[in-house]
Each structure stands twice: as structure tokens, then as C-alpha cells.
């Protein structure tokens, strides 16, 4: 059961609650107490305009007409008093049909929200309380569209990179390399260079600009970072900020 007494289960549950994610039994909690609970109302609010913006880095996807069919004969049956059936060899699962994940096998949008949810509250673990204007990009790489990094500012604070995943090794002889490219900019910004799989933490002052639609960027460059001062090998990994 969650405490809504901790702060960081409360933010946790609050973004789980906008996302759909919470167990039958947290949710039924989160909602009583959502109902007369202001500051609680507050964090839900919060998490809605952080995922509306989030929600453009999910690419639309159209279900397999099966899974539509599925849902409409399960609600069906259970409206019914029908006990839905169990695959031969299965074990009977009594969870409402709305929490069997195979049912919302097919939604990979959901999975996308619930990682860039998991990337944010793991930055917001990491940093003090924030109060001024913030602005969050998630770092894919441009081929397989993986989440590696996740990069959070607060202006007129810092600038925190947290790793989000197993990025793998650098290659001998080459150093990751860590860029930014207002709108607008006739060119990119080295921020320095950064340590596979380890959290940094930069002063604004070391940025350009900040804005929405900003880039930021992580390439493969000689060891000792890019001699010329702009990108001269491949784009690892890159995202553009959004408002929260």
C-alpha cells in the first residue's frame, strides 16, 4: 500500500495515477484521499502537464484489431457475471481485466509513457526542490529510438544528465561528448565530456541559452573531445526540451 505521508511515494503515486498505472487497491486509496486533499490534487495537476508534454515522444500507434475485440468481449463478460476463460495450462488470474497486462499488450504507447515517468522521477530523486522554470528532453538514439539519457534544467539553478539505461562501453581511444543547440544557434555548444553510465551536474552559466525546442546531444568523439569544437563523430544519442 503507499504512504501518502512520503513525499517521494506521493509524487511517484501521483504520476502513476495520471498514467493509469496504480494497483486496483492504491488507486481506490489514491482517489479517497484525492477527493479532499488539495496539495495532493496539486501533484496530480503537475504530473498532467509534465506527461501532455512527454506525449509528443510517443509515436502514435494503431492496435491490432484483436485487441479491441478482446476488450469488448472481456468488459462483456464481465458485466455479465461471465468468468472469463483461462488459456489450457494457464493459472486463473482474478485481477480486473483492466490490470491484465496482456490484455494492453499491444498500447506500446503506454510503455513509452510509463519509461519517460520512470526518467523523470529518477531525475527528481536526484536534484533539491525546484522552483523555477523547468525544462526536461529525453535522449534517444537516433536508430533504435532507445532511451539512454535524460537531461532536467531548472533556470537560473542547474543542469542535471542522468543516465537512464545501460548505455554500454565507450570504445578505446574515443570519450562521449556533450552538446546543446538553442533555436536559432548558428552552431552546437560543447558541454564537456561525460562518463558513460554517471550522472552530471552543470552550472547554467555553462549553457548558450535555454528555451523550448532546445537541442542537446551526445556524440563519439577522439579521447580528449572533439578538436575542432563541434561534433565530428556519430550522434549517440539526442532529444530537444520540453516545458514542464
Do not use: N
Not at 114 to 128: D, E, G, I, N
Not at 133 to 158: H, M, N
Not at 196 to 222: H, M, V, W
Request: hydrophobic share 50%; glycine share 10%; charged share 15%.
Amino acid at each position: 500500500m503507499i504512504d501518502l505521508h512520503d513525499a517521494d511515494e506521493r509524487a511517484a503515486a501521483a504520476g502513476e495515477y495520471v498514467l493509469g498505472t496504480l494497483a486496483a487497491d492504491d488507486h481506490a486509496a489514491f482517489s479517497a484521499a484525492l477527493a479532499h486533499d488539495a496539495a495532493l490534487q496539486s501533484e496530480v495537476y503537475a504530473w498532467q502537464d509534465r506527461l501532455l508534454g512527454l506525449s509528443a515522444a510517443a509515436a502514435a500507434v494503431t492496435p491490432r484489431p484483436q485487441l479491441w475485440q478482446r476488450i469488448d468481449i472481456a468488459v462483456g463478460a464481465l458485466a455479465a457475471g461471465v468468468p472469463l476463460p483461462v488459456r489450457a495450462g494457464a493459472t486463473a488470474v482474478h485481477a480486473p481485466w483492466w490490470q491484465r497486462l496482456g490484455l494492453w499488450q499491444g498500447v506500446s504507447a503506454l510503455a513509452v509513457a510509463a519509461s519517460l515517468l520512470m526518467a523523470v522521477l529518477l531525475v527528481a530523486r536526484t536534484t533539491p526542490p525546484l522552483v523555477g522554470a523547468r525544462y526536461l528532453a529525453v535522449l534517444q538514439s537516433p536508430d533504435k529510438q532507445a532511451i539512454g539519457w535524460v537531461v532536467e534544467i531548472e533556470a537560473g539553478r542547474a543542469l542535471h544528465l542522468v543516465p537512464v539505461a545501460d548505455t554500454g562501453a565507450v570504445p578505446a581511444g574515443r570519450a562521449l561528448q556533450f552538446w546543446t543547440k538553442p533555436q536559432g544557434a548558428a552552431g552546437p555548444t560543447s558541454l564537456g565530456l561525460v562518463q558513460a553510465g554517471r550522472p552530471l551536474e552543470l552550472a547554467i552559466s555553462r549553457l548558450p541559452d535555454l528555451g523550448a525546442e532546445q537541442l542537446f546531444e551526445i556524440t563519439l568523439e577522439p579521447e580528449g573531445g572533439s578538436p575542432i569544437g563541434r561534433p565530428t563523430g556519430p550522434i549517440l544519442y539526442v532529444g530537444r526540451t520540453v516545458r514542464l
